[in-house]
């Protein structure tokens, strides 16, 4: 069976082929009018017409693919960051290649012979951003996920992340705790320096806090928590964590000295992974909307493509108490 050409499409509309490149190009408004436009997709549905992107993109000079790097395959939550930046590239026609930043394997090769030639944009998690280097990403118009927005060269979709570490103090401290140890993680970059900063903000006066940094590991965190938690001097009665997995290795960690939480010890992450409902008890925490933020990062660079200045506020995020918190026990 032949397959059907835009001339075809043109015919069995009444149309110009340079009135089917408009609407099924999607640059049909002010040009053609809405009843044309539907004309021409409804005998392209009708015929079962593909256009073939590869010559249009050619005489186009552009790919509609976008790469999204991020640090890991193996974390939920960029996995549900690239389900969001797809849906929203699908809808306006483009495509969204993941790049998992390697870690612990030396420095991230470039998988493109030309990533100019290959992308028309980038959308980069903080946390993956040496790799932008490797893969010729900085050439390119890019967005920077949860990243220091005072940076310039790139737009930016953040997270409240501050507000997070707010609304996690004021849940402890209306809880009666005054004794803190943040379990930090050991990467360093800017969405988790600003949760440190934020806790020393918000913890404000007569409370303790002393922090411990750990790799972004169950077992790193566990490791790190059951040194700090036998160590001698007074224990802290919360554990403010940077992550849940982090949070899950102190649990952990608490439950192998004999501590109960919450009732001896309240642990606290950021992210609300499913991880965080599958512990016992069920971890409080910060939520994340990972999606959204996929979905804002691929509007931010069709904003970008276009030639459109992008601001829009941080993305609001809301902790979600369970029963890993509880009132700080009495001395």
């Known amino acids: 069976m032949t397959r059907p050409t835009s001339r075809d499409v043109a015919t069995a509309a009444g149309v110009s082929q340079a009135t089917v490149s408009l609407v099924l190009g999607d640059k049909w408004r002010g040009r053609v009018s809405e009843r044309t436009a539907d004309l021409v997709r409804q005998a392209a549905t009708t015929l079962g017409y593909r256009p073939n992107l590869a010559a249009r993109n050619l005489r186009l000079g552009t790919t509609r ?6 640090p890991a395959l193996t974390n939920e939550f960029f996995a549900r960051v690239y389900t969001g930046a ?34 028309d944009g980038v959308i980069a998690s903080s946390m993956a951003a040496d790799a932008l280097h490797a893969i010729g990403g900085t050439d390119l118009p890019l967005v920077m996920l949860d990243s220091d927005p ?47 900063e934020a806790l020393t903000t918000h913890l404000g006066p007569h409370t303790e806090l002393r922090t411990v940094r750990a790799p ?16 001698p001097g007074t224990r802290p009665t919360a554990i403010i964590c940077d992550d849940d997995i982090l949070a899950a290795g102190a649990c952990k960690a608490a439950r192998r000295l004999g ?30 909307p ?42």
């Open 150 to 196: 005072t940076a310039g060269g790139s737009a930016h979709v953040n997270l409240a992340i501050a507000d997070g570490m707010r609304q996690i103090t004021q849940h402890l401290l209306a809880l009666g705790h005054r004794r803190f140890l943040h379990l930090a993680s050991a990467i360093d970059t800017w969405t988790f320096e600003v949760r440190a």
């Open 290 to 331: 990972a999606e959204r933020i996929g979905e804002q990062g691929m509007t931010a660079l069709l904003a970008v493509l276009e030639g459109t200045p992008w601001t829009a506020p941080d993305i609001p995020v809301t902790l979600i108490p369970r029963d890993s918190t509880g009132p700080a026990p009495t001395p």
């Open 259 to 288: 501590l109960r939480i919450p009732d001896d010890l309240s642990v606290t992450g950021f992210d609300d992974l499913a991880l965080a409902t599958a512990v016992e008890p069920e971890l409080t925490t910060v939520h994340l």
């Open 65 to 70: 693919t976008a790469l999204l790097v991020v």
């Open 86 to 119: 797809a849906r929203i590239a699908a809808e306006h026609g483009f495509g969204v290649v993941l790049y998992p930043s390697p870690d612990g394997t030396g420095p991230a090769r470039d998988p493109f012979a030309s990533a100019r030639a290959a992308l």
């Open 216 to 231: 972004l590991s169950v077992d790193g965190a566990r490791t790190a928590m059951e040194t700090a938690l036998a160590a």
